[in-house]
């Protein structure tokens, strides 16, 4: 990672998106980016390039001709690119957390989110900046150009911007009030999505049962005999096999074939299983827009399991 | 349906076996069920009666009279009795009650009072910090089930960041900085926490990594901020050899770093080298706080 890191080739092509055999053309054709190469002659990027090409990648995505790009000296490209800039506020906002999050300045990440908080409300920045933001971590991370610790600590205070809005909501008065339960399977740590779904579900009026992080089996089985939860809501984020999936989400439903199971998360979003599109009694969330439109039509969800 | 034994109630209310025994004959307080076998065993709802049972008896009820009184009756007379602030036992046993029934409303009634007449950073000292202590207590045990330790730390830690927000951060010079972490097989975050709130609100500037940190980026990170001190906690089970090695671990990396540790796991304290700060309560870290401002 940082000044001493490099990159290969296919680092690279993760991080900007361009192809690699593209990459090799550009260079050849345009001279655009001249990479160091190691002992072995294969190519190294250093941060410099990767900065150049994420730029390139953008300004391409806008509609330049990769010639008229590779005739723009620095200058000239940063002005093309801040013309973008305030085209999209949000894509701003995502570099400009980026770049607080690399300096660990809490400052200027809360200022950042706070204003983004103000303009967008939750969920809108949720959906529009924070989700984003978190992609391009991702991406990051698996180029090691960041450390995980760098993460942890944005997380932590996007955790805390969200958890005071839950405690501060103040829920609507409604007739039809139902019990939620939440909570995240066993080794499940990534907990952002489900205290965005905590947070609609309480304002909605709902009484909430959050038992978050890492459940154990035995724990959700102990609140649903004593509770009767008419809901439940989890998200799956690790890494995790479609079988492991599948036998996991089966155990949920045969021990509670009156529960409805709304479902969120990355692994869920990004897995094609034909199993779980047969399931009855899974909701699968795809954003809040789910949560918000399965919210509306609750006595349906709730009667047709 | 959770059970419980005669020996769990007796952790959970403080009432020892042989007392409720004879309440059971004399006064039919409760009516435990019977395994096949014939050994009593609790359900949760006798156990928020004997719980509140238990408060109004430390308060002077003799139990013939609460045997007298209906459900209702009772359960108003503890909740009295919990809004009375300066009774923190009273307070802390409600919030037991709080937990067992996952009432979350109950438990912002019992906090929000003692939030509202001690303050956040005494109702955190002299009742959050020791309900904690005693949950951990009765979880070791397996007097409550994980679900009601999930449930109510769940709440705990909302009202820690809700409290912990609240501080404004300012960009004048601050005191001293801190590096907060758990290390990677750690979840246990209300004591980091807890300790979180109390340095932010004397003014010194935190970086606040939570739970499983790998131990390369605290190098890393602490190279670049040149913190004051790291400071983390341990409650999750570790063996004594892993928890030993990870200290000397500490010990070696961080030359001119002072380190700050605390948690249920350090029972033994004597493996804890020598420049090492030992929080063992919150009156400890207090006092230390004080010296490092003054």
Not at chain 1, 91 to 99: A, G, K, N, Q
Request: hydrophobic share 40%; glycine share 6%; with cysteine.
């Amino acid at each position: 990672m940082g000044e001493n890191g490099t990159y290969s080739i296919n680092d690279l092509e993760r991080l900007t998106g361009i192809k690699a055999h593209t990459l090799r053309i550009w260079e050849k054709r345009y001279g655009l980016c001249d990479p160091r190469r190691s002992n072995g002659n294969i190519r190294r990027y250093t941060d410099d390039h990767l900065r150049y090409m994420l730029s390139v990648s953008i300004l391409k995505k806008r509609g330049f001709k990769i010639s008229e790009i590779a005739g723009l000296n620095q200058e000239e490209l940063n002005d093309k690119l801040s013309v973008q800039v305030t085209r999209n506020q949000a894509d701003h906002r995502v570099e400009e957390m980026i770049l607080a999050m690399i300096s660990l300045d809490e400052i200027s990440f809360r200022d950042i989110l706070g204003a983004a908080l103000v303009e967008f409300g939750l969920e809108e920045t949720f959906t529009r900046i924070i989700q984003p933001f978190f992609d391009r971590i991702a991406v990051m991370w698996l180029a090691g150009s960041i450390n995980p610790a760098q993460e942890h600590f944005v997380s932590n205070i996007i955790r805390q911007k969200l958890i005071v809005a839950i405690n501060n909501t103040s829920p609507e008065k409604i007739e039809n009030k139902k019990t939620f339960l939440l909570f995240l399977p066993d080794q499940e740590q990534h907990e952002l999505g489900l205290l965005l779904y905590t947070y609609i579900i309480k304002k909605a009026g709902h009484r909430i049962i959050y038992l978050g992080q890492s459940t154990p089996f035995e724990c959700v089985q102990n609140v649903m005999e004593s509770q009767k939860a008419d809901i439940m809501v989890s998200a799956i984020t690790n890494p995790i096999t479609e079988e492991t999936l599948q036998d996991y989400l089966s155990r949920l439903i045969t021990s509670f074939p009156a529960t409805p199971l709304l479902l969120g998360g990355y692994q869920v979003w990004h897995k094609e299983m034909q199993w779980l599109e047969k399931q009855s009694l899974i909701y699968k969330l795809n954003g809040t827009a789910d949560l918000q439109s399965l919210l509306g039509r609750l006595d349906e969800v709730i009667i047709s399991s | 349906m959770i059970k419980y034994s005669i020996n769990d109630l007796e952790r959970l209310t403080g009432i020892k076996a042989h007392t409720l025994r004879i309440w059971e004959k004399r006064y039919d307080i409760v009516e435990p069920e019977r395994t096949c076998t014939n050994i009593r065993f609790y359900t949760d709802c006798h156990l928020k009666h004997l719980l509140n049972v238990s408060i109004l008896n430390k308060h002077g009820y003799k139990i013939s009279e609460i045997a007298r009184l209906n459900e209702k009756e009772i359960t108003d007379r503890v909740m009295n009795l919990s809004m009375n602030p300066s009774d923190y036992e009273t307070q802390m046993e409600s919030l037991v009650v709080a937990m067992i029934e996952l009432d979350e409303i109950k438990f912002e009634k019992i906090l929000g009072s003692a939030i509202l007449n001690l303050g956040f950073e005494e109702t955190l000292v002299e009742i959050i910090f020791p309900f904690f202590h005693k949950i951990g207590f009765l979880w070791q045990t397996g007097s409550i089930v994980p679900a009601q330790e999930h449930f109510i730390s769940n709440l705990i830690r909302q009202k820690l960041i809700v409290a912990i927000d609240g501080i404004p951060l300012t960009s004048a010079p601050q005191q001293k900085t801190f590096i907060l972490y758990l290390h990677e097989r750690e979840l246990h975050e209300i004591g980091l926490l807890t300790f979180y709130y109390l340095l932010k609100k004397r003014k010194h500037k935190v970086i606040y990594l939570g739970q499983s940190v790998p131990f390369d980026d605290l190098v890393t990170i602490s190279a670049i901020h040149q913190p004051y001190g790291l400071l983390t906690s341990f409650t999750s089970g570790i063996s004594r050899e892993d928890l030993e090695g990870y200290l000397t671990k500490l010990d070696d990396h961080f030359p001119g770093i002072r380190h700050f540790v605390s948690g249920l796991q350090l029972s033994h304290p004597e493996i804890l080298p020598a420049s090492f700060f030992h929080i063992r309560n919150i009156a400890d870290f207090r006092q230390e706080l004080d010296q490092l401002s003054a």
